[in-house]
C-alpha cells in the first residue's frame, strides 16, 4: 500500500531548523541517512477516481466502473437492487465539475428503470438512493451535501438549497438543483400528506 512516488526525510540541521526532502526511489537510493532522521512513506489513497459510488437504500452498496460511454442505466438497471425502504421517485447525484465546483442531479429511479430518462455519468459520480419511510436516514444523506453546497455559497445569493415546510411527508432543506419546480421540490419532499 506504499505510495514509492512520495517519500520524505524530515532532518534537524546543526542550527535546529527541520528540513524536508523528497526522495525518488531511483535518483536517491545511495540517500545517506544521519541519526534522528524521520522517513515518511505516503500509503497509497482507497479514492477509485474512475469509479461511480451509489449509496442509500441499495442492497450492495460501492464503486463501479467509470467509463466514458457510462450511463446512469449502467448503474440503475433493475428494481431487485433496492431495498424495500428506497425512494424510486427522488433520488440525487453528486457531481464535481471540471473546475472542481461541486453540483447536485435529482432524477427519479423509477424512470430510469421504465426507459423514459437516462443521462451520462461523470468519473466520480455519487449516487444517493434516499429512504422513503425514514426521515432520520434521509436527512442523514442529505445533510452532508448541503453543507458541502454552503462551501460553494455566491455573495448575496447564498447556497443552492430550498426549504420546503407545511404537509409534506419529509419537510425540511433540499438542495437547489436546475431547473427546479416547486413540483420537483414536494416530490423531493416525500410528496404531500393526506
Do not use: C
Amino acid at each position: 500500500r506504499a505510495f514509492s512516488s512520495h517519500i520524505q526525510v524530515s532532518r534537524m540541521d546543526e542550527f535546529g531548523n527541520l528540513l524536508i526532502k523528497s526522495l525518488s526511489l531511483t535518483e536517491d537510493r545511495e540517500f545517506s541517512l544521519k541519526n534522528g532522521d524521520i522517513i515518511e512513506v505516503a500509503a497509497i489513497t482507497d479514492f477509485a477516481k474512475t469509479a461511480i459510488e451509489l449509496t442509500g437504500e441499495i442492497d450492495r452498496e460501492g464503486n463501479f466502473e467509470w467509463k466514458k460511454e457510462s450511463k446512469l442505466s449502467d448503474i440503475i438497471k433493475n428494481r431487485y437492487m433496492f431495498t424495500d425502504n428506497a425512494d424510486l421517485n427522488y433520488a440525487l447525484i453528486r457531481r464535481v465539475g471540471e473546475l472542481g465546483i461541486m453540483e447536485i442531479l435529482s432524477f427519479s429511479p423509477i424512470n430510469v428503470l421504465n426507459g423514459s430518462f437516462d443521462i451520462p455519468l461523470v468519473q466520480k459520480d455519487k449516487i444517493i438512493i434516499l429512504s422513503k419511510f425514514d426521515h432520520d436516514k434521509r436527512k442523514r444523506a442529505i445533510r452532508p451535501l448541503l453543507k458541502e453546497l454552503s462551501f460553494y455559497a455566491k455573495p448575496s445569493v447564498g447556497s443552492e438549497k430550498i426549504s420546503i415546510t407545511g404537509e409534506v411527508h419529509f419537510p425540511g432543506d433540499y438542495p437547489k438543483v436546475t431547473n427546479m419546480s416547486v413540483w420537483d421540490l414536494i416530490v423531493a419532499a416525500g410528496g404531500l400528506t393526506e
